[in-house]
């Protein structure tokens, strides 16, 4: 890169550090560093009290649609829950609080790829600790890791053993969150993984581990297509294999774990609908969701719903898996950056740009915690002709948002796992 762009996007990052000197309290850096590399800056969480009560004026004014007596969730998000959630997020809900735990980690951003990257990076006590860069999806959020992050970085002190510890890295994706919006076409999730070896190398980490679900398990498969040698191991709780062009090895699969893939697809036949919108129109959807934090929060709860493992069934309350708190900070991070548009672009830009290289046989040692309502299941056979699978979890419960969902059940299976790898 020329020095010409790097004083550009130092220049950028420097405006933008300013700005967020003015409502955190922070220093903005001076210049970009002696070896013509980004600076990181650190970061905290500080939404201005004006956002906050916009939210709330426009939360009161809500115009909420009509919905068939007798109906649940088969048209979409019901309407008494949500209702429900919005009273709560506008007279209890304590966005205050929420700032505090997220900012209880340490954050920083730095630029990559023309786009301010936001990230936690814990750092445990532990020397011999592996350093786990874990990703989220859409629509999650670093939120998702709140309570995974501290056992994982120093599980002595929430009765582990000191010898799974973790240096936990957990970027916002581009266009999420406390991250930046990119400006131009073209952040797939080829791109996004590039941006995530980057981000890593510029941590100074040569060797690291992966994890993550939804779209972070995607880009992960696309970090470990191009890098392998970078990583001690991938561990994914969305395993993405198709059946293999090997007809002895497509054979291998188990016919009851056929049926539960055929079983999950059936049921994502009426789950889909978000992803033609999205992968095709995402600037239309964009004007209802920038200015109606109901229409956020609905579009929102209705995935966590739908791909949740919920007690009661399809008609089941949220509640019984999800505190509201948990499920409105992470609704409240894409309402106050302004993202929730921008986040959905990724299903476009992952439709409408070609690959760099196409996936081949992930040869990195490969860990999968599969959830029994997971969006998507593939047998184990298919797996291990696409992955070097070396760990295979049948959990009993859970879903999608496993972190989130089942953090207990999500954080053994990674320190099972990465305890094979140390």
């Known amino acids: 890169m020329n020095s010409t762009r790097i004083l550009a996007r130092g220049a950028r990052l420097l405006a933008v550090s300013a700005f967020l000197a003015l409502v955190s309290g922070q220093a903005a850096p001076q ?75 340490d954050q920083f951003t730095t630029v990559i790829d023309d786009v301010d990257t936001h990230f936690i990076h814990q750092r445990s006590a532990n020397p011999d600790a592996i350093p786990l860069m874990i990703v989220h999806g859409w629509p999650g959020s670093i939120s998702e890791f709140l309570d995974i992050i501290p056992p994982l970085v120093d599980p002595a002190a929430h009765g582990g053993d000191s010898e799974d510890s973790f240096h936990v890295i957990a970027p916002s994706l581009p266009g999420f969150g406390f991250s930046g919006i990119p400006a131009a076409r073209g952040y797939n999730p080829e791109r996004i993984a590039h941006m995530l070896a980057e981000l890593m190398e510029r941590l100074g980490y040569e060797s690291y581990a992966i994890a993550g679900g939804d779209w972070g398990a995607i880009i992960n498969r696309h970090l470990a297509n191009h890098y392998p040698e970078r990583l001690i191991g991938l561990h994914s709780n969305m395993i993405l294999a198709g059946p293999p062009a090997d007809e002895e090895q497509r054979n291998r699969a188990d016919p009851e774990e056929l049926a539960l893939t055929s079983a999950r697809a059936a049921y994502m036949q009426n789950e889909t609908g978000y992803q033609a919108i999205q992968g095709t129109k995402p600037q239309t959807l964009g004007y209802g969701l920038a200015d109606s934090p109901a229409g956020v929060a609905a579009w929102i709860v209705e995935k966590f719903h739908g791909w949740s493992d919920l007690p009661q069934g399809p008609d089941g309350n949220l509640d019984d898996n999800f505190s509201r708190d948990d499920l409105l900070t992470n609704i409240s991070i894409y309402w106050f950056t302004g993202t929730i548009t921008s986040s959905t672009r990724i299903y476009y830009e992952n439709r409408n740009t070609p690959a760099e290289k196409p996936i081949e046989y992930i040869d990195v040692p490969t860990g999968a915690a599969i959830f029994p309502a997971e969006i998507y299941l593939a047998p184990r056979a298919w797996a291990e002709a696409a992955y070097d699978l070396r760990h295979w979890t049948l959990m009993p419960r859970g879903g999608h948002f496993a972190a989130l969902e089942q953090p207990e059940l999500y954080l053994n299976d990674l320190r099972e796992f990465f305890r094979t790898l140390r």
């Open 31 to 105: 210049a970009v560093n002696e070896d013509n590399e980004m600076p990181i800056v650190p970061f905290r969480v500080d939404v201005p009290q004006a956002a906050i009560d916009d939210l709330r004026s426009r939360l009161a004014n809500t115009r909420l649609p009509d919905q068939i007596p007798g109906t649940s969730w088969e048209y979409g998000t019901e309407r008494s829950y949500l209702e429900e959630l919005l009273a709560y997020w506008m007279n209890e809900f304590d966005w205050r609080a929420q700032e505090t735990r997220i900012n209880a980690f």
